[in-house]
């Protein structure tokens, strides 16, 4: 395969956007003023992360990007010594993050970082539930804190407690400390979520690894349905969501939480029935923390919670009661997926050759069971929980820098780097200690205007999906799984692109993450918002889908997306309720419009557009 | 199965067993039934015991022939006609046989005989929704699947043959295949003596494929045994064994019974019955299907369902010959025509995937030492 080369790419700056290297961190670059890194830059094979950031990243944004590069680093190279790899190296050209693993060359370097992974991830493995109830603690102490953490307001005159209580600090010192303390949090947060993630990457990217040395021809969709039926906190919010339509249904006031399309409306038709204020009460208890979950990944600013819109979890408790009163079943059927699942494992099993191998499959396959948990709810913990809540913290900051004129409107904030609000709110507090003016309001809003132009073409451009030279293996778990979600789609992304007219195309190609054949009317959904407009029994088309996508599920016969491999959210979901879905598509919501008639076959994972 | 080749001498002698069956429906018949009805016949009422379809039919016994040859009354005479021959004189032969195989063609079966078979294929006619059903008329030697055994009589086969004055009459030709010059000569050089050897005759309907094909129970191309691999093509087999097309390629998960793979190609060429010549001919498919899908899914389903329950049967990887009838109603027409054991993969010695780890984290180093193949 052929790359292009990193810096013949960062050298062709998109006109308009000159300087836009100041809106990232500096290590972030590619250079051409330092020969060896030059060298080491052009010889390193760097593939585009799209999984990840589908989308440009914001300055602010580019918190994640360094607190999973710091934390899959040092667990990969100092903590747990993964024997062929250091870490992960990151770059980013125009907004878009390119990511490498990075290699240890020296096979006797190698050698000796053997004993001390298999002592350390050893140690994980053989103790993982322990650790894993030990994570949990420690992550929602973390979150505790973050809620508990006041970003204040800069007050006038400070309150007089502030002398009769002899407290010697100001808010002023406040703000600047607890904002430290809301990025420290967050950088916190993510050490956590990379502590067990690599280790059960590994488990999982080798059991997958060996079944199909076994079963050359097996469909990844059925390697990962062996893992499934294990409960998993990420499928509560929507559990949550069910037993409010049928408690709505059981208080009789399913005809008001039913019939209002805004949460504020219902609230207030509920006030005045009999049971309201009960059902009331149920939704509000449920909201935290099992609302705390992003419509998107939870990795961007605009990902925004069932919290911050109620309409949509309320869409989702509609959904659910149209279904009790047609008397259909709302549970998951987890009995009937773990049948399958076991009865498919031991087919499988049945059909190993020889002894060993198949003592080989049971010690991998309980091994991934073990880690599963963990992969899956992670994510609640920290991409929804932690980010929701974190997100919105930070527009209290927001709302302290527009106060002061810094920046003009709160979402302004996301354009600045995480250091550059440090400065910005030291620039307020120490103007508003002493009765000036902050010199910021005379230069952030010019430069937000700019960066926002900056984005917006960063935008239009499409990132290449891999430059520099690609090396013949690799061995980090991360990256082989990301690696392969991207790799897998490239084909077919490459397929698409080089149609002039998208408008010809009648077939598009992705994972086969759940098998069947159906024919339906498509529904193009690029957001969580979006999905309120889906009508029963038609087939969903969206970027990628989350958790808090699932109560959709319940009205359609397949679903397809852009992004996402045969573990994703779309592909599990789709799985259990025993419709096809087609995953990691590429352009789906480009090519597909709302309305045409598409055949989705999730056992070969093609997508016919019939017409 | 390798001592059976011989009938039992006491049952082939004037005093014939009465009780035992002269005439018998293939579902009766088992993998014990070789001495019976061959092994052709036998393995197909295997199958069917299996629970797999197979186009129906009938055998004319080892016990019919025995009877057939004693009404006759031409034992003797046979005797006589070989009696001193050299198996290295291939001008007596031919002439002995020829001599031998014209008797055995024209003299006349018992009257009870005849009705048994007339009978059987009148039961297999209504049972196919026709008045004369077409069958097919073949040898089922007791022998022939035994390396060098074609001493049994040549494997004739007669295809399409109609109505019951035809059927009899293949059926002697295919008794009379017992007397070729080429078995006489065996048998006297193997030292067998000529009134032992005992033949058994299948009439079956023929599959008029809609389509046909093969499938394996392994994937021929990686060796993996969770997938069924099916070949397709419209009418008969032929084509797709012979390899006069590309035929259309469906990979099944034997698991789950999905298709995970198809890939439906141009055939330009298939085959049809011509029932006056009784012959298949090849005819060009219309330009309008050579690119349609020459097998429904749920088809594919059913046939995939089928091979899954023969592989079990046989307890190994199987090469499967299949058709869908299009005489028969959906629900009834999908049928195996063979089935034997693959040897491709199966006489190969896998090596194991394990790297001899035996823990979890074993494989896991191990696995990360080497790394994965950017593809």
């Known amino acids: 395969m052929k790359f292009p080369v990193p810096h013949d790419i960062k050298g062709k700056t998109i006109p308009g956007t000159e300087g836009w290297e ?58 747990f010594q993964v024997p062929p790899v250091r870490g992960v190296d990151h770059r980013i050209i125009n907004g878009y993050v390119y990511i490498s693993p990075v290699p240890v060359k020296d096979p006797e370097e190698i050698g000796k970082r053997v ?47 502030v002398v009769t209580d002899g407290i010697g600090e100001s808010k002023g010192y406040h703000l600047l400390k607890n904002y430290d303390d809301l990025i420290n949090l967050g950088i916190k947060c993510w050490q956590y979520h990379f502590e067990f993630l690599n280790l059960g990457y590994a488990a999982y990217v080798f059991f997958m690894d060996f079944t199909q040395k076994l079963f050359p021809n097996i469909p990844m969709q059925r390697v990962t349905q062996m893992i499934s039926g294990i409960d998993v906190i990420m499928y509560r919010p929507d559990d949550e969501l069910k037993e409010l339509a049928k408690k709505a249904v059981k208080l009789e006031v399913d005809d008001i939480v039913a019939g209002h399309r805004e949460w504020e409306d219902v609230k207030a038709a509920l006030a005045n029935r009999r049971h309201g204020d009960e059902w009331l009460a149920a939704f509000e208890k449920a909201r935290y923390p099992w609302f705390n979950i992003s419509s998107g990944t939870g990795w961007f600013h605009n990902d925004r919670s069932w919290n911050d819109n109620l309409n949509i979890p309320l869409d989702g408790i509609q959904t659910y009661i149209g279904k009790i009163r047609e008397g259909v079943s709302i549970d998951r ?62 527009r209290e900051v927001a709302a302290i820098m527009q106060e002061h004129g810094v920046i003009k409107e709160i979402e302004d904030v996301w354009y600045l780097r995480r250091d550059e609000i440090k400065q910005a709110l030291w620039d307020i507090v120490t103007a508003w200690a002493t009765g000036v003016t ?61 149609v002039a007219d998208p408008d010809s195309i009648t077939e598009l190609k992705g994972f086969a993450a759940s098998p069947g054949l159906v024919e339906g009317k498509a529904r193009v959904c690029r957001s969580a918002e979006d999905i309120r407009d889906l009508q029963e029994g038609e087939i969903l088309v969206a970027p990628t889908t989350s958790p808090s996508w699932a109560p959709a599920f319940a009205k359609i016969k397949a679903c397809v997306t852009d992004v996402g491999g045969v573990m994703s959210h779309a592909a599990i979901v789709c799985r259990e309720y025993g419709m096809p879905a087609v995953v990691g598509t590429g352009l789906s919501t480009r090519v597909i419009k709302t309305g045409m008639t598409l055949r989705v076959d999730g056992s070969s994972g093609v997508i016919s557009i019939v017409q | 199965m390798g001592t059976a080749f011989m009938i039992d001498e006491s049952r082939l002698g004037p005093e014939i067993d009465r009780r035992a069956p002269k005439v018998c429906f293939f579902e009766e018949c088992n993998k014990d039934s070789v001495a019976l009805v061959g092994g052709k016949c036998s393995s197909l009422g295997e199958l069917i015991n299996a629970g797999v379809r197979v186009p129906p039919g009938f055998a004319l016994t080892t016990h019919g022939y025995a009877d057939f040859m004693q009404e006759a009354g031409i034992l003797a005479e046979i005797g006589g006609l070989l009696d001193g021959l050299d198996h290295d004189d291939m001008d007596k032969l031919e002439e002995a046989s020829r001599t031998i195989r014209e008797m055995i063609e024209s003299r006349p079966m018992s009257i009870e005989l005849e009705d048994l078979i007339a009978e059987a294929y009148r039961k297999l006619s209504v049972r196919c929704y026709m008045p004369a059903v077409p069958v097919a008329v073949r040898s089922s030697a007791t022998a022939e699947d035994l390396p060098g ?136 498919v219309p330009a309008e299907r050579q690119n349609i899908q020459s097998i429904l899914d749920d088809e594919i389903t059913e046939l995939a369902w089928m091979a899954k329950k023969i592989e079990k049967h046989y307890g190994r990887p199987m090469d499967i010959e299949w058709a869908i009838d299009k005489n028969l109603p959906v629900g009834g027409n999908i049928f195996v025509l063979q089935a034997r054991p693959e040897t491709i993969w199966s006489n190969k010695q896998k090596a194991p995937a394990t790297t001899g780890a035996s823990s979890a984290m074993d494989y896991i180093v191990s696995s990360l030492l080497v790394g994965k193949r950017l593809a």
Request: glycine share 4%; charged share 25%.
């Open chain 1, 22 to 79: 100041r809106m990232y961190p500096y290590q972030y670059q590619f250079v051409t003023d330092d020969p060896k890194r030059n060298q080491y830059e052009k010889e390193t094979f760097w593939f585009y992360d799209g999984l990840h950031y589908p989308e440009p990243l914001y300055p602010f944004d580019t918190i994640w990007d360094e607190a999973w590069y710091l934390a899959l680093s040092q667990f990969n190279n100092r903590i």
């Open chain 1, 115 to 161: 004993p001390n992974f298999m002592e350390r991830a050893g140690y994980y493995y053989k103790n993982w539930d322990a650790l894993e109830a030990k994570w949990k603690l420690k992550m929602e102490a973390t979150i505790a804190e973050l809620e508990a953490l006041e970003i204040p307001r800069l007050p006038d005159v400070e309150d007089l407690s």
């Open chain 1, 333 to 394: 059927p987890m009995e009937a997926v773990r049948a399958e699942r076991d009865r498919i494992t031991a087919e499988y099993r049945d059909l190993i050759d020889n002894d060993d191998d198949r003592k080989q499959f049971d010690e991998l396959l309980g091994c991934a069971k073990t880690v599963f948990p963990y992969v899956e709810n992670h994510l609640f913990y920290v991409e929804h929980w932690f980010h929701s809540v974190f997100w919105n913290k930070m």
């Open chain 1, 438 to 498: 902050p010199r910021g309001t005379a230069t952030w809003p010019a430069e937000i205007e700019w960066r926002k132009g900056v984005m917006q073409k960063f935008r239009e451009w499409s990132p290449p999906p891999a430059i520099g030279i690609a090396p013949e293996v690799i061995q980090e778990p991360f990256t082989i799984v990301l690696w392969g979600v991207t790799n897998s789609s490239l084909s077919a992304w490459s397929d698409v692109q080089g």
């Open chain 2, 149 to 284: 055994a074609s001493f049994a009589g040549q494997q004739d086969t007669y295809l399409w043959i109609r109505g019951i004055d035809d059927v009899m009459h293949h059926v002697r030709r295919c008794i009379s295949s017992l007397y070729t010059a080429r078995a006489i000569a065996y048998r006297i050089r193997m030292g067998f003596p000529h009134e032992q050897v005992a033949i058994s005759v299948g009439i079956q309907k023929m599959a008029n494929a809609y389509t046909a094909g093969v499938m394996f129970t392994v994937h021929p191309a990686t060796g993996d045994r969770s997938v069924i691999v099916i070949d397709s093509n419209f009418g008969f087999g032929e084509s797709v064994v012979s390899g006069e097309v590309t035929p259309d390629n469906f990979v099944v998960n034997k698991v789950t019974l999905d298709i995970i793979d198809r890939t439906i190609s141009k055939k330009e060429v298939c085959y049809t019955a011509d029932l006056k010549t009784q012959k298949s001919v090849a005819m060009e």
